[in-house]
């Protein structure tokens, strides 16, 4: 993201307060950019193996094995009602409850410094589902950042399993 | 020295190394009233267990240094530095003592009359500013008293004090090796803390995967990692003995509480028990001893109250009169055997038969075809007892089924065996730990996953070309297994992974290839699993799966096997029962094609719960269907947040509610309590005595405006008030139903039929009565398919409530081919669901239904249903009766 330089607050004039700045992994879905707190964030990987796990919901691509740890793979384009992509996508792996949780996605920006400043509610237009997971927007020169709400994202009914009946 | 002593040294001398610096800390902080706490209950504790044991020269030290600290925290004395000296010097005494108990296995000879002496006088304030110093008029061993110690005492820092006496000791030349003798017991045996031991078996777990993925990698290469691998692989094996070993108790602590239970059983019975335990000392998992310690206390209940007869009887029968019950623990092959045995009446399977017709948990036509063992497994299902009334011993139904659920979970089995007359005994199997398990890796559809190699009893190769080969029972496939017919399940099948197919039939096309089968067996159910391949057994390290994979009931874990892949492991509970689940919809779907009448007539008669609560004679009723379970809590472990009872019940906090607001608390016993679950959620009524179950025309003359009571029922010829579950849920849980239901209206037809479409128990049983009491006459299917089948049958109903969310067909489609055609086209039709949103009210709508109620504001459904029916009136368009 080439407009890092100019949110980071650089001014020596104005040295930069605590709390009015964030740090954000940002990553894009569908060609959106989507921005994650970067203490929520355990890891970026490459393209993994994906093991399946049978009647879980679709959203559920499967697991992986993290270094010993079994970490859930959420596929953020079917979380999000994004048409699938069919590149082999990235592993941002974060950490919710005490659970490890692995977004697929397409591709992983840098870690962004952004002022609070920019940040804004989400618009009341925007898509519910969007909506129920996103906490706000930060204006980027060029381009929308919507922060994601990893509780939010990680819970609800959208999970429900298929049920053998 | 016995096992109780040694716990005894090391336990007290903990406790006395904190007194030494607590005292200390009190005397620096006299106002301080949590130390002194502390301090008191330590010197208790102390006291306690000393005269538990007969160490009367311990036990009197301890006691009055006690009453000291008695008085410093009743405020009748200061803490004074004499003060403090006292009970520094009364430790100093009990640790001598210990030290020479430990060495000999008894108190030495001799009294403390000099120290106790000069305790009394602080007590009486004779002593208070200078201490007199205790003549030494002592035998030679007995321990230093010297003045000098005292006044060294008093010139030191106040941290250094506790050390001070053995420097003194030391000096004053008293032989070295005395000193050291108290700390020996507890350098024999540390407490380590549980969670360290499980982090430590959770390392154990990672180290042993790591393990297993070098083994795979040197596999059937001669490379230079071959001889380190293995040396690495043996230490790995050894450490992950030695860690399980720390986590090891003996059964024994399981059993320690069952001989009161049996004195106190045989003197409520009247029942005379000889109870006789070996193998208490086998070891197990204490994660998995925790998990058996209540299934136990169950079953030896239920041997007592169900299994030894009466004196008298038995020796009517020519028994002893002292019936005999034996629990056996032993090790057997990776697993432990638990053995309960009792010698008494044995099932009676007549009994158990009248039971399972009068529950209608099977019709007698069913129960002839069953063998015996298949009729006896009724036991372990829910709501099953065979007590004749409901006693506070067992009988209350709730017994077998949830011993049977805590063993499995654990992935154990129950099984028993039984001779009428001879007795019964209960064969529980469990493993030894629940960290590392052996398990079989198979493939199916392209996967592989894990079997509990514990649940495995045998694998057979099946081919067209062999003897052994699968067969077809109409859709259902069977395996010839040593003359007999082995029900199967295809593996690929249930986990919806033969594409293309919605019944057994894809494995016919199978049928030229070699298929392997695992039968399994889980309870007296055999059964055989169809899987594509069977790898190599391993020993896999069981880990839960992710919260939002845990409703899926096939899986037990997940696991990474040694080339690092993650597979899941299955659960052959969750596999038989979903079998079970796939024979019933295969008949179900059988009787809609030939059209056969699906026999769902309600006939009124419901099971009823008769319980005492507040008022001294007058009984109450709740459905029985409505509880979940009935327990006995131990009054001691109720507690209270926020200012209201909760119960810490299977790992939640679960509210307790009276069934009157004015309930009287128990001090102590145990306290009977209604358990009603719904989803997570739960909630405890509190009862003053459970007394019968009975069954009986459901006829609730519905009540004036009484809150909690649903109105008035003639049960067994008295008049019962039926209690309003859902008022005391609401007000357990204010966020179970949202806001309270509206009162209801009188504006129904004479003798309205209502068809209720829910496969949720709760909610049918939940809204049955209250509707039944405003004059509805209630039928009920369980599904849409159910419902649809009593449409082509030509039933008619005045109104029709259905659920949204169900298996099969759900609320909109039902609704849609309930709109579409047939006689029920212009029937009012009301959706009952869980989700409101804005959304689904539309979706609702659009599929045609004329309401959508909130589950969460059930009573609104007699209002809704009222004004469907009048709209429909309006419209000239009303059900027909």
New interface residues.
């Given amino acids: 993201m080439t407009e890092r330089n100019a949110l980071v607050a650089t001014d020596a004039a104005r040295p930069p307060a605590h709390g009015l700045e964030q740090e954000y992994v940002t990553m894009t879905v569908g060609g959106h950019w989507f921005g994650v707190p970067v203490l929520k964030v355990q890891d970026v990987l490459g393209h993994q193996?994906v093991?399946?796990?049978?009647?879980?919901?679709p959203i559920?691509s499967?697991?992986?094995?993290l270094r010993?740890r079994?970490v859930?793979v959420i596929d953020l384009h079917r979380r999000l009602r994004l048409p699938p992509s069919d590149k082999p996508g990235m592993n941002v792996v974060v950490e919710c409850?005490g659970?490890l949780?692995s977004l697929m996605i397409d591709s992983v920006g840098e870690v962004t410094s952004l002022l609070m400043e920019r940040f804004e509610p989400l618009p009341t237009t925007m898509d519910a589902l969007w909506r129920s997971v996103a906490d706000g927007v930060f204006r980027l020169d060029g381009s929308l950042l919507i922060i994601l709400d990893i509780e939010k994202l990680?819970d609800g009914d959208a999970?429900?399993?298929?049920?053998?009946? | 020295m016995d096992d109780l002593l040694r716990d005894f040294l090391t336990e007290t001398q903990e406790s006395l190394a904190v007194l030494d610096t607590e005292v200390v800390a009190l005397e620096q902080d006299p106002t301080n009233s949590a130390i002194l706490q502390d301090i008191f209950r330590l010197m208790h504790t102390i006291k306690g267990t000393c005269g538990f044991l007969g160490l009367a020269r311990l036990e009197r030290v301890a006691h009055s240094a006690e009453g000291i600290l008695a008085m410093i925290r009743d405020a009748e004395m200061t803490v004074s530095p004499a003060a403090v000296t006292e009970i520094l010097q009364a430790l100093d005494r009990i640790k001598w003592l210990l030290g020479r108990l430990e060495q000999n296995g008894q108190e030495p000879e001799g009294d403390d009359s000099d120290l106790l002496a000069a305790l009394d006088r602080l007590k009486t304030g004779e002593a208070a500013p200078s201490i007199p110093p205790p003549v030494p008029q002592v035998p030679q061993d007995e321990p230093p008293q010297g003045p000098a110690q005292t006044a060294e005492i008093q010139a030191a820092e106040p941290p250094a004090v506790a050390r001070v006496p053995v420097a003194a000791n030391k000096e004053s030349g008293e032989p070295p090796a005395r000193e050291v003798r108290p700390g020996e017991t507890a350098n024999q045996a540390i407490r380590v803390s549980v969670d360290l031991l499980e982090s430590l078996m959770t390392l154990v777990s990672e180290l042993v995967l790591t393990r297993n993925q070098l083994i795979q990698m040197v596999r059937g290469k001669d490379s230079e990692f071959t001889a380190p691998v293995q040396r690495l692989s043996l230490i790995t094996s050894d450490i992950q003995e030695g860690v399980m070993r720390t986590r090891m108790q003996p059964i024994g602590n399981a059993w320690a509480t069952l001989p009161r239970l049996v004195r106190d059983l045989c003197q409520e019975t009247g029942k005379k028990v000889d109870l006789q335990m070996s193998g208490s000392e086998t070891d197990l998992d204490r994660q998995v001893l925790e998990m058996i310690k209540d299934p136990l206390t169950h079953m030896v209940r239920n041997a007592i109250d169900h299994g030894i007869e009466a004196p008298a009887q038995r020796l009517q029968t020519g028994k002893p009169e002292t019936g005999l019950l034996s629990l056996t623990a032993f090790h057997e092959g990776g697993h432990i055997l638990i053995r309960i045995a009792d010698d008494g009446q044995g099932l009676m399977v007549d009994r158990i038969k009248a039971r399972i017709m009068q529950q209608e948990l099977a019709t007698e036509t069913e129960l002839r075809a069953m063998a015996e063992p298949q009729i006896l497994q009724y036991i372990f299902k829910p709501g099953f007892s065979t007590a004749e009334r409901v006693t506070s011993v067992s009988g209350r139904g709730v017994g077998m089924d949830v011993v049977r659920t805590n063993i499995e979970r654990i992935g154990g089995t129950i099984d028993f065996a039984s001779t009428v007359g001879r007795g019964t005994t209960f064969t529980i199997k469990i493993p030894l730990t629940l960290a590392i398990v052996s398990a079989l890796i198979i493939e199916a559809a392209g996967e592989r996953f894990a079997v509990p190699q514990i649940s495995v009893s045998e694998l057979v190769r099946a081919s067209p070309r062999s003897e052994q080969k699968v067969e077809w029972l109409n859709d259902a496939p069977v395996l010839r297994l040593r003359d007999r017919l082995l029900p199967l399940i295809s593996l690929a099948h249930i986990l919806h992974r033969d594409r293309g197919t919605d019944n057994g039939a894809p494995i016919a096309s199978k049928a030229s290839d070699d298929l392997f089968i695992v039968v399994c067996q889980v309870g007296a159910f055999t059964f055989g699993i169809i899987v594509d391949r069977v790898f190599d057994t391993e020993e896999i390290v069981v880990k839960p799966v992710a919260p939002m994979l845990k409703d899926i009931a096939l899986f037990s874990g997940n696991t990474i096997l040694g080339d690092g892949s993650v597979i899941m492991i299955l659960d052959p509970n969750g596999i038989a029962a979903a079998a079970s689940q796939m024979a019933i919809s295969r008949s179900q779907n059988q009787d809609a094609a030939v059209g056969a009448p699906a026999p769902r007539a309600h006939d009124d008669r419901a099971t009823f719960l008769i319980f005492r609560a507040g008022e001294t004679d007058e009984l109450k009723a709740v459905p029985l269907a409505l509880v979940a379970r009935l327990e006995e809590f131990n009054v001691g472990k109720i507690e209270h947040s926020h200012g209201k009872p909760v119960y810490q019940y299977r790992g939640h906090l679960m509210p307790l509610l009276p069934v009157r607001a004015d309930h009287v608390w128990k001090n102590a016993g145990r306290q009977p309590v209604l358990v009603f679950v719904d989803g997570p959620r739960s909630m405890g009524l509190v009862v003053d005595e459970i007394v019968d179950i009975v069954e009986d025309r459901m006829q609730v003359e519905l009540s004036a405006d009484r809150e909690g009571v649903l109105g008035t029922a003639i049960i067994r010829g008295k008049a019962t008030d039926v209690i309003d579950v859902g008022y005391y849920l609401r007000l357990a849980l204010a966020d179970w139903f949202g806001p309270a239901g509206t009162p209801y209206g009188d504006n129904v037809p004479a003798h309205p039929r209502l068809l209720i479409v829910d496969d949720s128990a709760f909610f049918r049983n939940l809204i049955t009565p209250q509707l039944v009491a405003e004059g509805w006459q209630v039928i009920v299917a369980k599904s849409a398919d159910e419902a649809l089948s009593l449409r082509d049958e030509g039933q008619m109903f005045d109104a029709v409530i259905s659920d949204i969310e169900m298996p099969g067909m759900n609320g909109y489609e039902f609704a849609r081919s309930v709109r579409q055609d047939g006689v029920w086209s212009t029937v009012p039709l009301i959706a009952l669901s869980a989700h409101t949103a804005e959304r689904d009210l539309a979706r609702g709508r659009s599929a045609g239904f004329d309401d959508y109620v909130s589950k969460s504001d059930y009573g609104r459904v007699s209002i809704a249903l009222q004004e469907a029916i009048k709209r429909k009136q309006a419209e000239g368009l009303g059900g027909v009766s």
Avoid: D, M
Avoid at chain 1, 62 to 65: A, L, V
């Fill in positions: 193996r093991a399946q796990v049978p009647l879980a919901s559920i499967g697991s992986i094995n010993g079994i859930t409850k659970e949780y990680l999970f429900a399993s298929v049920h053998v009946t």
